[in-house]
């Protein structure tokens, strides 16, 4: 049984990573109307405009996360170039364009490579509807959690899925954990972040006792992110679509302490592939946000949690 985003009717999902799997990318193929909610104060990211209720565009024909810090928004053009042979985008009455919002998390290291557009072809090439590979893989392939201390006290972040019904429509969600903070369960306690003397830091406390006394030398503008995409075959508008992000949104801070960081740069994508819009009620929204909050909810923990599938 597929509980993972790619569920979702009308969602395909590819992974690709570098030859020495340090960085990769992740993309979600549509097209599909989709909206976004940013969280974060440290983003890296293209295309949001398209995401604008008001914009002129209808439809996105994918969304990209990626590696490789604003390196990495090059894996993009990769994305466009395969949607474009392959006639896909938006009709401008001279070519169909292609667009891709992208975010990044930050991966950067001393030798690493950079997702570029090779590898965001190879992410679209092995695109599928099958149930998705989750931990290190992907855009979370180079991920860290918990690190308030420093990358040598940190934890492997990850790419983690759930998705569940909610009345007739399919609810999924997908998130690419490389927080500051630490990674909690559904109880509270901390399943995956920063570590010392054997045992973890409880980053949140440590936050709350280290004004002053210089003890977040871990903590560095940009260099953390977690990144979601949530989507449904609900007929959700644009407008109602960035409502369900708002909401979706709120399984951060469930799950990641302390979270919405000004070193981290969260973003929270919302995608319908529902055919046509329907006008739903504000009850309706409601239960849809909140099942998207829980499938991302569970998504955020399962990144640091499950191994590769």
């Not at 969280?39 to 890296?44: D, H, P, Q, S, W």
């Not at 995409?229 to 909401?247: E, K, Y």
Request: hydrophobic fraction near 45%; charge should be negative; aromatic fraction near 4%.
């Amino acid at each position: 049984m597929n509980t993972t985003l790619t569920s979702v009717p009308g969602i395909q999902v590819g992974h690709a990573e570098s030859a020495d799997r340090a960085t990769g990318c992740t993309v979600v193929l549509g097209p599909f109307r989709a909206a976004a909610e940013v969280r974060g104060l440290a983003t890296g990211s293209r295309e949001m405009g398209p995401l604008d209720p008001a914009h002129l565009v209808p439809r996105v024909d994918g969304i990209l996360l990626t590696g490789g810090s604003a390196f990495g928004l090059a894996a993009a053009d990769g994305v466009m170039e395969w949607l474009a042979e392959r006639g896909r985008g938006y009709d401008t009455g001279v070519a169909r364009v292609p667009i891709v919002p992208a975010a990044v998390i930050f991966d950067l290291a001393p030798e690493r490579p950079r997702p570029g557009s090779p590898m965001g072809r190879l992410a679209c090439d092995h695109a599928t509807a099958e149930p998705l590979a989750e931990g290190r893989v992907g855009a979370g392939t180079g991920a860290t959690v918990g690190k308030i201390l420093g990358r040598q006290n940190a934890m492997p972040g990850g790419v983690g899925s759930w998705a569940l019904d909610i009345g007739e429509y399919r609810v999924g969600a997908l998130a690419v954990v490389n927080a500051l903070g630490d990674v909690l369960d559904a109880e509270g306690s901390i399943v995956a972040g920063a570590r010392a003397d054997g045992g973890f830091v409880d980053s949140a406390r440590a936050v709350r006792s280290a004004l002053g006394r210089g003890e977040m030398g871990g903590a560095k503008a940009g260099t953390n992110t977690t990144l979601a995409v949530v989507a449904t075959d609900a007929p959700l508008s644009r407008v109602d679509l960035a409502r369900l992000a708002r909401t979706a949104g709120n399984a951060l801070a469930r799950r990641i302490a302390p979270v919405h960081t000004p070193f981290d740069g969260d973003v929270i994508f919302a995608a319908s592939t529902g055919e046509e819009i329907r006008d739903v009620t504000s009850a309706e929204v409601l239960s849809l946000g909140a099942a998207a909050q829980a499938a991302l909810e569970e998504a955020i923990t399962r990144a640091v949690t499950e191994g590769t599938r």
